[in-house]
């Protein structure tokens, strides 16, 4: 796992992101959502698997669910499931709040081949 910087000072109640709101960050070259639900904070990526809406420009639901904008479909946002009873899921990332700001964790790539010679 390696973990990105995504804000440099710790938030506030409203520094980052304010309670129930979605936005859209850009993490390694990958584009996903950020989230706050309960005080705590969310990433997941941010196209939805079904038509590819922006997921950012959907929202939260009671349960703290983000819902598809285009088909209204929601997901888990800590989990990533489809919480609708499509079958779909998105990829999520852990986000932690550190003395010296917030970061994302994503997975470093590694496929079959790395795990079969241990590169």
């Known amino acids: 796992m390696k973990w990105y910087k995504i804000a440099s000072s710790l938030p506030s109640d409203k520094d980052l992101l304010e309670e129930n709101k979605v936005a859209r960050l850009r993490v390694a070259g990958k584009v996903l959502f950020l989230a706050r639900h309960n005080g705590k904070y969310y990433a997941g990526d941010n196209k939805c698997p079904h038509a590819g809406a922006p997921l950012h420009t959907g929202w939260l639901d009671e349960c703290g669910h983000i819902v598809c904008p285009y088909h209204r479909f929601t997901f888990d946002i800590e989990t990533g499931q489809n919480t ?23 997975p470093e790539k590694s496929g079959w081949f790395d795990w079969l010679f241990g590169s």
């Open 84 to 106: 609708s009873g499509e079958g779909y899921y998105i990829d999520t990332y852990p986000v932690e709040i550190r003395e010296n700001g917030v970061y994302v964790g994503i």
